[in-house]
C-alpha cells in the first residue's frame, strides 16, 4: 500500500530549497563576474579580523626609512671616493675611481696605526662595560622582583630617580670624582661609570616579575638547591631574553658614548672611536687642514658595521625581551 503526501506539506521545503538553490547561483556568478582584486580591500583573514590598511601611515613608514637609510647610503657612498672626488662630486652617488678598499687600508694604518688601537680601546669598554652593566643589573633585577626586604620601596624611587636623570647631567660630578682619586686618563674612568645602568635593572625587575614563577624557585629550594644555583641554572635561562634586550641598549650606549670620554680622557692612546674620529674631523676641517676627510668617512662607516652586524645577530632576543608579558594568557 502506498503513502501519498499531501502537496501542503512539501510545498514550504521545496520553496525554500529553491530560492536557496537561485540565490547561491547568484553568489557564484556574480562572484565569477566580480573583476580581479574587487573587494579585496574588505577580506578578512581567517581569524576574523578586519585588515586595515593605510596611504598615509604607509608614505609616512617610507619617509622614515628614507631618512633612517640615508646617512648609511651617503657613508657607503662616499667611502669609495677619493678625497678630491668626495670634495667635488655629488655626496648622494658614485663619482670617479672606486677606492673603498685603499681608503680602508688607509683608515687602518694612518698614524701608526691608531684607528685600530682606537677600535681595541671600544671593544674593551663595550665587554667589560657593557658586560658587567648587564650582569650587574640581570642580578639586582631579579632580587628586587623575586626577595622582600626593609627599604624594598625606597630602592624603587631610587631607581626610577636614577632613570629620570640624563647622563650628561652627571658626567661633570663624575669627572670631578674620578679627578679626585687620580682615576681621570685612565680606562677606568669610562668602564666604572658604564656599570651602572638604572634602566637595564628596571627592566629585568619588570620582567622577572612574570617570567619566573615563585612556585619554581619554591620546589628548587626544597630540592635542596641553594640560591646561586637557583639564578644561574633556573632563573638566568628564563631571563634570557630580557638579558639579550639589556645587553644591546647596554652595548649600544657604550660604543657610542662620546661626552664621557672627552671629558675623561686627554691622551689619545684611550680614546673610543667615537672621541678619535672627531679628533680626525678636526685636522680635516679646521685650520691648516690635512687630506684625511675620506678617512674620516671610512673610519665613520667602519665603525658601525660591528653595531649593525651586533644588532641583526642579536635582533630575535631583542624582538622576544621586548614583547615579553605584553600578552597573558
Do not use: C
Request: glycine share 8%; aromatic share 12%; net charge positive.
Amino acid at each position: 500500500m502506498s503513502t501519498l503526501q499531501h502537496p501542503a506539506a512539501s510545498g514550504p521545503a521545496t520553496v525554500t530549497e529553491a530560492t536557496t538553490t537561485q540565490r547561491d547561483r547568484r553568489d557564484v556568478s556574480s562572484r565569477a563576474s566580480r573583476p580581479a582584486g574587487k573587494g579585496r580591500r574588505n577580506r578578512r583573514p581567517v581569524d576574523g579580523r578586519k585588515v586595515k590598511r593605510s596611504g598615509l601611515l604607509t608614505a609616512v613608514m617610507i619617509v622614515f626609512v628614507v631618512y633612517s637609510f640615508a646617512p648609511l647610503f651617503y657613508l657607503l657612498v662616499n667611502s669609495t671616493k677619493t678625497q678630491s672626488s668626495l670634495l667635488s662630486t655629488f655626496g648622494l652617488w658614485f663619482g670617479g675611481k672606486f677606492n673603498l678598499w685603499q681608503n680602508i687600508v688607509d683608515t687602518l694604518t694612518y698614524n701608526d696605526g691608531i684607528f685600530v688601537q682606537w677600535l681595541g680601546n671600544t671593544l674593551l669598554y663595550v665587554v667589560v662595560g657593557a658586560g658587567g652593566a648587564t650582569l650587574l643589573a640581570t642580578v639586582a633585577g631579579y632580587g628586587m622582583a623575586k626577595f622582600q626586604f626593609v627599604g624594598r620601596r625606597a630602592v624603587f624611587a631610587i631607581v626610577l630617580g636614577a632613570i629620570a636623570v640624563p647622563g650628561t647631567a652627571l658626567a661633570v660630578p663624575t669627572f670631578l670624582l674620578f679627578s679626585q682619586v687620580g682615576l681621570t686618563n685612565t680606562p677606568w674612568a669610562i668602564i666604572l661609570p658604564s656599570l651602572i645602568s638604572p634602566f637595564g635593572m628596571y627592566l629585568i625587575w619588570t620582567y622577572a616579575v612574570d617570567a619566573i614563577p615563585a612556585e619554581l624557585l619554591e620546589a628548587a629550594r626544597m630540592d635542596g638547591a641553594g640560591e646561586f644555583r637557583i639564578f644561574f641554572t633556573i632563573a638566568l635561562r628564563l631571563l634570557a631574553p630580557g638579558v639579550v634586550t639589556v645587553l644591546l641598549f647596554a652595548v649600544v650606549a657604550t660604543w657610542n658614548n662620546y661626552f664621557l670620554p672627552l671629558i675623561m680622557l686627554s691622551d689619545p692612546k684611550w680614546y673610543p672611536l667615537t672621541v678619535g674620529l672627531n679628533q680626525w674631523n678636526a685636522q680635516a676641517t679646521g685650520s691648516g687642514a690635512q687630506p684625511i676627510y675620506n678617512l674620516v668617512v671610512t673610519g665613520s662607516l667602519l665603525t658601525i658595521v660591528p653595531i649593525v652586524v651586533a644588532f641583526l645577530f642579536l635582533q630575535r632576543f631583542w624582538q622576544s625581551g621586548l614583547a615579553a608579558g605584553s600578552v597573558k594568557a
